[in-house]
């Protein structure tokens, strides 16, 4: 089982910075791939960007020049720095980890952290 907390959200002026971490306790993979995703109100769950163990990124188009993904493998932690915040940047964030279990996939996640970017 794997467990993710997750730190950092809060409100903030447009134009501002935050950054996002998570840390993974549990029985955890030395192949994994973890991320953050995030959900609007009224809106789908989306990948915001993932990042894996041996540190290959992947980011949504509309916060490539924006935010940047890394983790510390030691601590099982990633984190998420956002700069250059928007308005339509607020969502509740989500941590995600994935990691093979028997042929597949298993995936966990976080509780949420609320971002609110005001204009």
């Known amino acids: 089982q794997v467990h993710l907390v997750e730190s950092g959200g809060g409100l903030v002026q447009a134009g501002g910075s935050l950054r996002l971490s998570c840390a993974a306790s549990?029985?955890?993979?030395?192949?994994?791939?973890m991320g953050w995703y995030r959900q609007a109100p009224g809106k789908q769950r989306g990948l915001v960007a993932e990042?894996?163990?041996?540190?290959?990124?992947n980011s949504a188009d509309s916060v490539k020049d924006r935010f940047s993904i890394s983790r510390d493998n030691a601590k099982n932690t990633v984190y998420l720095q956002m700069n250059s915040l928007k308005p339509e940047d607020t969502a509740v964030y989500y941590c995600?980890?994935?990691?093979?279990?028997?042929?597949?996939?298993?995936?966990?996640w976080g509780q949420g952290t609320q971002v609110t970017v005001s204009s």
């Open positions: 549990g029985s955890i993979d030395s192949i994994n791939i």
């Open positions: 990042i894996t163990s041996g540190g290959s990124t």
């Open positions: 995600n980890l994935r990691q093979p279990y028997s042929s597949k996939w298993s995936s966990s």
